[in-house]
């Protein structure tokens, strides 16, 4: 029985300290706000992090991303393939560049894509495949690049930079994964590109806010690269700001009518100390999961496998999926969790149940594992800000509510 009283645990609130907020106020005094030195030093302490030769700090996963995809050349008459138990933004972007969205369901009980399933949608229009290290956990990039290889006489090069690669193009929603690892590899040394998240709910972040990054071993020109994701995130402008303020530099060309999704001084500030802290952050959020692993596991729950002694995750969500449940007594339990003052989430409804994605066709019938993963699926708190307390209280309601329903 539950003895203590009520408690309040949010889902995934920011982990903030005095130290982040003393760093955004001398960027505040500073007088440069915009994107300027604290984030090119933020984009060189993840190049440094991760272990690649540059990073690129953008305002969101989602514009890294796209850009990506411009930048590459993918567009109308392109084909590009993703999951389709992810959050909307990995497919979002393809529709915005004005390529065609080929979703891929799960393997059979698994959050990941069917790779086999995967090698069957590859055609001669793919351009590149967008796999996702859902709650955190990489994905099998050897299994990927074996897929890969083997449709390689399918590739059919639009440009020079793709011609590059001369093979579909691999690139990573790693919005949950910074920090990850497998087979010894760091989460954004694998995949020809690896896209992040630093929004609010994230394990690194800058309120909002996303950086890309690319593998050392493509032979890709990386000062040139570097410039072209600067170009396009902020209106083609041939001079950042920063760069404007050099005596007598106030002049710059337009070279292409691009975008406008830059980090800003102030988020760059926040992420700086945030990654400082990090490495002490994963390791609370591997605490966390083993605690939650340890009390619900035995109990028959199933629960994404964050950690063996191939591959460590960022410990982003912690998925669990109550056996023998439908979507309603699901959403029942979160609702009495709620009342008990837990708040818990689902990851993720899949992308065929929505409306605009049913509206270009897709339905939810041909993805039928996407589906059965959704139904039971429950999202407990995972954030550093949890006492030990606070997560045996989650723990503790949960299996009441599950005695009782």
């Not at 001398?26 to 030195?37: D, E, F, H, L």
């Not at 967008?130 to 390689?152: F, H, L, N, P, R």
């Not at 083609?236 to 975008?259: C, N, R």
């Not at 609702?335 to 049913?358: D, Q, S, W």
Request: aromatic content about 10%; some cysteine.
């Amino acid at each position: 029985m539950i003895t203590t009283k009520k408690r309040n645990i949010p889902f995934s609130p920011p982990d903030v300290t005095d130290a982040e907020i003393d760093e955004v106020i001398k960027a505040m005094k500073s007088g440069w706000i915009t994107t300027g030195p604290r984030t090119k030093e933020f984009e060189k302490r993840i190049a440094q992090y991760i272990g690649t030769n540059k990073a690129v700090c953008l305002n969101s996963a989602t514009a890294a991303m796209e850009l990506t995809l411009r930048i590459l050349g993918i567009g109308p008459g392109d084909e590009v393939i993703t999951s389709a138990y992810t959050y909307t933004a990995s497919a979002s972007v393809i529709d915005h560049v004005g390529a065609k969205i080929v979703l891929v369901d799960t393997a059979p009980d698994s959050f990941e894509m069917d790779y086999s399933k995967l090698s069957e949608a590859i055609t001669e229009k793919t351009k590149a495949i967008i796999s996702v290290d859902i709650a955190g956990k990489m994905c099998d990039y050897d299994t990927i690049y074996e897929i890969v290889e083997s449709k390689k006489e399918l590739f059919k090069a639009n440009n020079q930079l793709q011609q590059l690669f001369n093979r579909v193009i691999v690139m990573t929603d790693a919005a949950h994964a910074f920090g990850s690892v497998r087979n010894g590899l760091k989460c954004g040394q694998v995949a020809d590109f690896t896209c992040f998240s630093f929004h609010a709910v994230k394990n690194l972040t800058t309120a909002e806010g996303g950086a890309v990054v690319w593998s050392r071993d493509l032979g890709l020109d990386d000062e040139w690269l570097y410039k072209q994701f600067m170009l396009y995130s902020l209106h083609g402008q041939s001079k950042d700001a920063l760069a404007k303020t050099q005596k007598g530099a106030w002049e710059y060309d337009i070279v292409y009518p691009a975008y406008k999704c830059n980090m800003t001084d102030i988020m760059a500030g926040f992420g700086l100390i945030q990654l400082k802290r990090y490495e002490s952050l994963l390791k609370k959020r591997k605490e966390i999961i083993k605690t939650y692993d340890r009390a619900l596991l035995p109990l028959g729950i199933h629960s994404l496998q964050h950690y063996n002694e191939d591959f460590s995750s960022s410990g982003h969500l912690y998925l669990t999926r109550i056996p023998g449940i439908n979507e309603g007594k699901r959403n029942q339990i979160i609702v009495k969790m709620a009342e008990a003052g837990i708040a818990c989430n689902v990851h993720y409804k899949p992308l065929p149940m929505f409306t605009a994605y049913r509206n270009l066709g897709f339905d939810i019938k041909d993805f039928p594992n996407s589906y059965n993963q959704y139904v039971n699926e429950i999202t407990l708190p995972l954030h550093t800000l949890l006492s030990n307390e606070d997560v045996e209280y989650v723990i503790e309601n949960l299996k009441r509510i599950l005695n009782e329903i």
